[in-house]
C-alpha cells in the first residue's frame, strides 16, 4: 500500500502542475504523467489480496465497472465545464481546460488524503487489530 500511495501522490501533485503551470511545462509534465500512472494497476494487487481467492473474479470486475463508470463521468463533466466557455476558432478555450482540470485535481487531492490518512484496513480504527476476516463462502 505504501508504493501505491507514492505512486498516487507523485501522479496527484504532477496533475497539478500541469493544472497549474501547464504552457511551456505542459509535454514534459504529461509525459511524467503518463509513466507515473501506469502504476494505477496496482490496485488490482492490493484488491486480490484483501479479499478470498474465489471472489478475485468478481473483485475485479468490480473495480473495472467502477473506474470506467467514473472515467466516463469525469469526461462528461470536463465538456460541461468546457461547455462554459466561449469555442473561439473551432477550440475550446485554455481557460474552460484549466478550471475543469482545477475541479478534477481538486477531488484527486480529496481522495489522496483519504487514502493517506485512512486507518489501516486491519485495524478497527481504535488503534486495536480486528479480527481475521470472515470466510465468504456460501
Known amino acids: 500500500l505504501t508504493l501505491y500511495k507514492i505512486q498516487s501522490g507523485t501522479g496527484v501533485g504532477l496533475f497539478g502542475l500541469i493544472t ?21 494497476a496496482l ?8 479479499f478470498p481467492a474465489h ?18 463521468a ?5 465538456g460541461a465545464v468546457l461547455d462554459q466557455w ?6 475550446y478555450s485554455p481557460s474552460g481546460y484549466q478550471a475543469a482540470f482545477g475541479v478534477l485535481f ?15 484496513p486491519a485495524s478497527d480504527g ?4 480486528s479480527p481475521p476476516r470472515a470466510n465468504l463462502t456460501r
Open 86 to 91: 466561449p469555442v473561439i476558432d473551432g477550440r
Open 43 to 50: 490496485v488490482l494487487a492490493i484488491l486480490s489480496r484483501r
Open 55 to 72: 471472489l478475485s473474479g468478481r473483485v475485479t470486475t468490480a473495480n473495472n465497472v467502477l473506474m470506467f463508470a467514473i472515467a466516463f
Open 20 to 40: 497549474l503551470a501547464g504552457g511551456s511545462l505542459g509535454l514534459p509534465l504529461w509525459i511524467a504523467y503518463f509513466l507515473v500512472g501506469s502504476g494505477g
Open 126 to 129: 481504535a488503534g486495536v487489530a
Open 106 to 120: 481538486a477531488v484527486q487531492l480529496a481522495v489522496y488524503a483519504l487514502l493517506v490518512i485512512a486507518e489501516n
Open 74 to 78: 469525469f469526461q462528461w463533466g470536463i
